[in-house]
């Protein structure tokens, strides 16, 4: 059973650049079916899809945060990682790692525990 | 842009009655890309749906889902003290991907 675990600093100041690595346990990240995600959301918010990746490099990002984000594949370490760049305290929140799974559908299943990253000085 | 709209806001019912949920999109979403997830306070959403009424492995019988098109229904058989919790819908196409709805709370009366 895949287990995905979230690991980075609680503490990111703004303007600087949010990292977040999720660790895959149980099972391949190069499973063909298989993307890489991130969603996140924000103290007593709903949920917002980030983006996610595909060990073959291909890559989706929401339009609202593209311009700021990017999502990296390591097969050699079994994790995937997030970077946000010129965070604000807009993007305090908890931060969950997905695996989505895409066959005649698509969900995400199952998600890391979340971590939650505060933006303040 | 489809958006998802979840009614209603917080259900409020006792342990073994029975709830629904409503999930409408702005525009017709297809069943394949429609799913539901539970979360609990401190806990990361769990995936209960998918399909539109695919159960997710492990998830009791007691929970269902239905619709099509830009109408979708959770339905919990008979509420166990554990189903109190916070239900999300979740759409897949359009941009962005993905999107949610605010969500339904279902709590104790």
């Known amino acids: 059973q895949v287990h995905l675990q979230e690991s980075g600093p609680g503490l990111v100041k703004p303007s600087e650049t949010l990292s977040l690595t999720c660790t895959v346990s149980g099972g391949s990240i190069t499973t063909i079916n298989h993307y890489w995600g991130w969603i996140r959301q924000a103290p007593g918010k709903g949920l917002e899809w980030i983006g996610h990746m595909h060990f073959d490099g291909s890559t989706h990002y929401n339009p609202s945060l593209e311009s700021r984000v990017s999502i990296s594949v390591d097969t050699t370490k079994n994790h995937f990682s997030l970077k946000l760049r010129s965070v604000t305290a807009a993007d305090t929140a908890v931060y969950f790692c997905v695996r989505v799974v895409e066959m005649a559908t698509i969900h995400f299943d199952p998600w890391g525990q979340g971590t939650l990253v505060t933006v303040s000085s | 842009e489809i958006v998802l709209t979840q009614s209603p806001g917080t259900l409020s019912l006792s342990p073994g009655e029975r709830a629904t949920l409503s999930c409408r999109a702005s525009h017709s979403v297809s069943n394949s890309y429609l799913a539901w997830y539970q979360q609990k306070p401190g806990q990361a959403p769990r995936l209960l749906i998918y399909?539109?009424?695919s159960r997710a492995t492990g998830i009791p019988d007691r929970f269902s889902g239905s619709g099509s098109g830009t109408d979708f229904t959770l339905t919990i058989s008979r509420l166990e003290p554990e189903d109190f919790a916070v239900y999300y819908c979740q759409r897949y196409g359009d941009s962005p991907l993905f999107a949610f709805g605010p969500g339904t709370k279902v709590d104790i009366k």
């Open positions: 399909g539109a009424s």
